[in-house]
């Protein structure tokens, strides 16, 4: 039987780009942002990996949040220029916030085991070096 490596799993094809963490984190800093905009903002941040930032996902990801209570909208309807619905934080969103902080914590310290374990079993290779240090949490 032969398998294409290029569909497992372990080609990157499937894994998450944080697009739910990014949104948080981006409306946390600027209430009010309407979707064009939080995408271009997200893109200033992580544009330098080559990731494109998928509009219409980006925006199935709010529609996603608000349903869950994690953000709601308004609609701002300037006199001049098409109408945008701008989004906001609620409290549900900020906790929700800061549980991603810690998940993605914890998958960091993860990360950073697998990598300094990876180092002594291919000591010649040249794996990336994770900066990571814990913090004690208030």
Known sequence: ???NIEDCPCSGKNMSNFTGPWV???L?????THGYEIKKIINDYWGDLDIPINITGL???LKI???RGMLF??????DKGPAK???FLTETGKECLWRWIQTLSLQLSLIDRFF?????????ASLPKVQFQANESS
């Open 24 to 26: 948080l984190l981006t």
């Open 65 to 67: 949040l608000e349903e």
């Open 59 to 61: 925006y199935r990801h």
């Open 116 to 124: 300094n374990h990876a180092r002594t079993v291919f000591p010649a």
């Open 73 to 78: 909208s308004k609609w701002d309807t300037p």
């Open 1 to 3: 039987m032969s398998i």
């Open 85 to 87: 619905r701008k989004f």
């Open 28 to 32: 946390y800093n600027h209430e009010g």
